[in-house]
């Protein structure tokens, strides 16, 4: 979906490679998908097995909903077979709704088998260039790194391949998409998958696409429509959507929670904060490596700031939880048919209360951890991540704690609000048309003149070059070209010596 058919790989002819590297911009990210995802077997196996998740997916749902004699189930008072209440002869039979989420399921799985079908006829070519070309076998592929295939590819071309107008091809849509956050000139509180794949089709590809839809004021009106039929179409297709969504949610995260209840007060980043940290042209491998730093330092930053009657509150549910645990343990020492056959309140089994205790103890026991000042922590994560000095220097205070906490929340309401903010995304795009002529105006005054339309905000020029010694103008852009600088040192000097070398020139032409 992000490239158009007719860019497809299946086009190209034998020696699509062989003319200027720059200009196969498809080529080039085929390239890097090859390597992130270790090669054709993987690139393959990951699309079937997505395949096959979402067929066994709808038909537990179609399962459950259909099949499965819930009232005789809850209303069971003595051993039955599991088979007793399950009903396969009606799996296949549908209402109006299910027959609708049938014929969208089809068709999404047969869109999904073409474009395996696609990506092996694509990379069966990519995997031939690795392998002959670069001489890089796919086993190798799990321990190189990024600059090393650069080098191959330079010593293929007999040419000097610039890793940065690499990268920055790579990261076309995504530098655009970063600025736009950065900028604020889409204001969301919440991004979720969807909306974010939204706003890359409606606006970005089209605004990018080949072919030539007139004027600025043409292309406007075409984004915004198509912002429009988009929002209808997503409200359209909702319910199955989030049918698909809470189900894939409750499988994949429920066991999760229930076997490491803990798990309900782990953090992780969210999504608008990533591309808050994101840096400019870097690759989504050494993001993810750069992002996975962050937990340990984080989590002891947001626990320096002590709360007296969460802990004080905790430590008595703990206490009294832990009292009842021991007694009824104690008691199913005596007799272990106490567990199943003696029940308590509503029917419950000792069974079923010793395991709610077991986990409101987890949840609720914190360990006693040893102050310390939170700026010290939050001085090694602005060594990972892009962060204002004031933040850090006042990062002492509840205030930023609270600012940071907005960035790196609980992970069970970081799924709930996805959930939320999906439903919400037909109303939020319709929203955003009304604002297009803005989002518009800022990526047409941040498109670069080089060959690349590359974005202007996310370019390493020799002014930013000039500004890395200056401590006192530190921002997210300068920040990007010290951590590229770190990653690839060549081409760091490379750039350093191309620079002298003009700067010399322009010396002489003055003289």
Known sequence: MWNKVSNSLLFYSEDFYNNDLYKNRNFIKQIYFYYKNKGFKNILLTQIINILISIFLFVLILFLFNCVEYKKLLAITEYNKLSKFIDWTKLFKFNTFFVCLFISFILFIITKIINLIELFLNYSKIKTYFNTNLKITDEKLDYIIWSDVINKLENYNNEKVDIYKINSIILFYENYLNAIFDSQIIKLYHLSNLMEWNINYCILFKMFAEEEDGDGEDKKKI????????????????????????????????EEFYNKPTLLTTRMITRKALWKYRYYNELPHDFEERMNKIDKNANKYISQFKNDYIISISKLIVFVCSSFFILLILLTLINDKILIYVTLFNNKSILWFISILASLIAIFKRSHTHFEEPKLYMKEISKIIYLKKDFVEKSNSNE???????DYQYKIIIIVKDIIYTILTPFRLWLLANN??????????NISDNEFNSCRIAEFDAELFASLNDNSNISKKSKSLEYFNTLYPDWYIYMVNKLNGMTNEIRVNVI
Do not use: E
């Open 223 to 254: 984004i915004y429509l198509r912002l429009r039929v988009v929002a209808i179409i997503n409200f359209i297709f909702m319910p199955f959507i989030l049918v698909f969504m809470l189900f894939y949610n409750i499988f994949n995260y429920g």
């Open 400 to 406: 930023i704690k609270q600012l940071f906490i907005k």
């Open 436 to 445: 297009i002529d803005n989002i518009i105006n800022f990526i047409n005054s």
